[in-house]
C-alpha cells in the first residue's frame, strides 16, 4: 500500500509526493537517526542548507536570528521578574512589622497575568470589586443570599439552564438551591449592549435562550471573538478575578439570561469554579495545538471540557462510528488502530497532551480509526461538537494537518 493511499489529495499532488519530497525526507530521516543530534531542528535546518547548496554562513545566519530571537524572549521574562521585584521591594519598605506579620499569614490567590488590572484602574475600582481578601482586619461578612421570588416556571427552566453550564452543573442540591433563588430573570432586545469591555462587573449572566456576541476592542477594530448561546456563561471572569470586563457583550437576537450578583457566586461558587478553571488552564498551556491562544480563549475553552476516565483496553473512539467529541489525553497512554482490509495497523501512539478526534468533526466523517488505552487507566478532556466549532474551528487548517497520521 502507498504512503499516499487515502490522502485527500490530487493525483498529481500525491505524485508530487512520492517522487519529490519523499526521497528527501526519507534521506534526512536516516541522517538524523544516525547522528542523533542533541537539538534536531537546527540540525535539520543546517542539513537542508547544505542540500540545497548553501555556503555554511547562510546557515549559521539562521541558526544565530534563532537564538537572538530566544534571548530577546528571555529578556522580556527578566525585565518582568525585575520590575515585579522593584514593585514589591518598593511596597515592603513602606511596611511596618506588624503589618508584615499580618502579610505572611494571608494567603491571596495568584491571579493569571493577562487578567490582572492597570494600577490605574486598581485605583478607580469600587471596594465591593477590590476588598475581598479577608483577614483579621477585614472581617468577612455573613452571607445572605437574594431571595428573588420566582413562579414554579421559572424554576424549572433556570434550573435545567444551569445543569447546561458547567460553573453550575456540579452544585450540590442545597447549593443549587440557593443560586436558583438569588438569580434574576433578564430579557434583551436585539442590539442590547449588556456588558461594557473595561468596565468594572458585579455580576455574571447564564444564557437560557438567544445568541450574543462577544466583542473586543483589537488593534483599533472591534471584532467578534466568541458567540455564545444557550446553556453559556458570559461576565463571570470580573468575578473570578476582580477585573475589568474582558469584552462588551451584545444581544445578537432576543434575549432570555439570568442574573446572579458576585457575592451570591463568592460564597457558592467561586471556589470551585477557580480551581476548576486554573487546573485546566494550566494543562492547556502544555498542549501544543492550544497553548498559543490568550489567556482568555484558554479560559473558554477550560470551561467547555469535560473529563472521562478510562481502563486498559477500552476503545475510546471506533473505527466508522460517527464522531461528536474531540479529545485531549490528561492522563495516560493511547494508541491508534486502524483496519486496512483484512490487517489491522498500529498508526499513532498518544500521551499527555496529545489530542484526537479533529478528523470527524472538521470533515463531518466517521472515525478515522480506533483509540484503545495502553496505560493501566487513562484519563481524557473532551468537547462537544459545537464547543469544538466554536472555539477550535479557527484552528481548522492547523488540525487538518493531522489527516495523514491516519493513513
Not at 34 to 63: C, F, H, Q
Not at 160 to 168: I, P
Not at 274 to 286: E, I, M, T, W
Not at 295 to 322: M, N, W
Request: hydrophobic letters at 40%; one cysteine or more; aromatic letters at 8%.
Amino acid at each position: 500500500m502507498s504512503v499516499v493511499d487515502g490522502l485527500p489529495f490530487a493525483e498529481e499532488k500525491k505524485e508530487y509526493i512520492l517522487k519529490v519530497l519523499d526521497p528527501i525526507l526519507e534521506e534526512m530521516v536516516s541522517d538524523v537517526l544516525t547522528e542523533m543530534p542533541k537539538v534536531p531542528l537546527d540540525y535539520m535546518i543546517n542539513w537542508l542548507g547544505k542540500r540545497a547548496g548553501l555556503p555554511a554562513s547562510a546557515n549559521a545566519r539562521i541558526s544565530i536570528m534563532q537564538k537572538n530571537q530566544m534571548l530577546k524572549q528571555e529578556m522580556k521574562q527578566l525585565q518582568g521578574s525585575l520590575e515585579e521585584t522593584s514593585t514589591a521591594a518598593g511596597a515592603g519598605a513602606t511596611m511596618d512589622d506588624e503589618e508584615e506579620e499580618e502579610d505572611d499569614d494571608d494567603d491571596v490567590d495568584e491571579i493569571p497575568e493577562s487578567f490582572k488590572k492597570s494600577e490605574e484602574s486598581m485605583g478607580r475600582a469600587r471596594q465591593s470589586v477590590s476588598a475581598e481578601a479577608y483577614g483579621t482586619w477585614n472581617q468577612k461578612k455573613a452571607f445572605t443570599p437574594p431571595n428573588h421570588p420566582k413562579t414554579d416556571e421559572q424554576k424549572t427552566r433556570l434550573k435545567t439552564t444551569l445543569q447546561k453550564s458547567f460553573m453550575f452543573s456540579a452544585l450540590e442540591d442545597k447549593d443549587m438551591e440557593v443560586i436558583l433563588k438569588a438569580c434574576l430573570e433578564c430579557n434583551f432586545p436585539a442590539g442590547t449592549k449588556v456588558i461594557n469591555e473595561g468596565e468594572d462587573g458585579d455580576y455574571l449572566f447564564v444564557i437560557e435562550q438567544g445568541t450574543l456576541e462577544c466583542i473586543k476592542m483589537i488593534s483599533g477594530e472591534n471584532k467578534v471573538v466568541k458567540t455564545v448561546n444557550t446553556g453559556d456563561v458570559f461576565g463571570e471572569l470580573s468575578l473570578l478575578y476582580n477585573c475589568p470586563r474582558a469584552a462588551s457583550v451584545v444581544a445578537k437576537d432576543a434575549c432570555v439570561c439570568w442574573k446572579l450578583d458576585r457575592e451570591s457566586f463568592n460564597a457558592i461558587v467561586k471556589d470551585a469554579a477557580v480551581a476548576r478553571r486554573n487546573k485546566y488552564d494550566a494543562f492547556l498551556k502544555s498542549v501544543s495545538l492550544i497553548s498559543s491562544l490568550e489567556a482568555y480563549e484558554r479560559s473558554q475553552i477550560a470551561d467547555a471540557l469535560h473529563a472521562e476516565v478510562f481502563k486498559k483496553g477500552d476503545v475510546i473512539v471506533k473505527q466508522d462510528d460517527p464522531g461528536d467529541k474531540f479529545y485531549i489525553v490528561e492522563e495516560g497512554e493511547l494508541y491508534a488502530m486502524k483496519t486496512m482490509g483484512s490487517t489491522e495497523k498500529r498508526v499513532m501512539d498518544y500521551k499527555v497532551g496529545d489530542y484526537f478526534g479533529e478528523l470527524a468533526l472538521l470533515k463531518n466523517q466517521p472515525r478515522a480509526a480506533s483509540i484503545i488505552v495502553e496505560s493501566d487507566s487513562a484519563r481524557v478532556l473532551y468537547m462537544t461538537r459545537l464547543s469544538f466549532n466554536k472555539m477550535l474551528g479557527p484552528l481548522a487548517e492547523i488540525l487538518s494537518r493531522n489527516v495523514s497520521a491516519y493513513s
